[in-house]
């Protein structure tokens, strides 16, 4: 008999909603402070992990990345398998998986594939967020047909 592990996830007001239903492939994210960017994403990259998908999330510094990975962490506990802050990875049961990666390595990424990739505070990279995005970031979606929320 299969376990049943409930996980709650927290609701979307209208315009998370929204971007979070888009069938776009590649989704950036034009809203206010309070808007409650990270914390619809947080739920999100939570959601299709625990979906079996792979997500890659990125964020400018490891100060700005810790506070979503103990968020995530914490609400797929009742299905993670190894979780670890030094690696910056959360496995689950099923193969799903998060990934953290900071960008202030130009090569954050690289040679992982992903069915999802998130990018939190890409605003805050000081230079070279488009070559990151090109040349580590974006290949990463190749292997799945990716999509990228940012």
């Known amino acids: ?17 929204k ?4 069938p776009a ?4 994210i034009r809203a206010g402070r309070r808007f409650g960017k990270t914390t ?11 979906r079996q998908m792979r997500v890659g999330w990125f964020a400018p510094s490891y100060k700005i990345l810790l506070p979503s ?3 995530i962490r914490d609400l797929l506990k009742p299905i993670t398998i190894s979780s670890s ?6 496995e689950l049961i099923g193969g ?14 690289r040679s992982r594939k992903y069915h999802k990739v998130i990018i939190d505070e890409g605003s805050l990279v000081k230079k070279g967020m488009r070559d990151i995005w090109e040349q580590a970031i974006e290949p990463t979606l190749l292997d799945f047909d990716g999509d ?3």
């Open 1 to 17: 008999m299969a376990t049943e592990h409930v996980i709650e996830f927290l609701p979307f007001h209208a315009g998370q909603k």
């Open 96 to 109: 799903g998986l998060v990934e953290f990666w900071t960008l202030d390595n130009p090569d954050a990424g």
């Open 25 to 28: 492939k590649r989704k950036v």
């Open 148 to 150: 990228a929320v940012m």
């Open 19 to 22: 971007i979070y239903r888009s």
């Open 85 to 90: 802050k030094t690696d910056s990875i959360i």
């Open 40 to 50: 619809m994403l947080e739920q999100a990259g939570g959601n299709w992990a625990a």
């Open 69 to 71: 990975f103990k968020t």
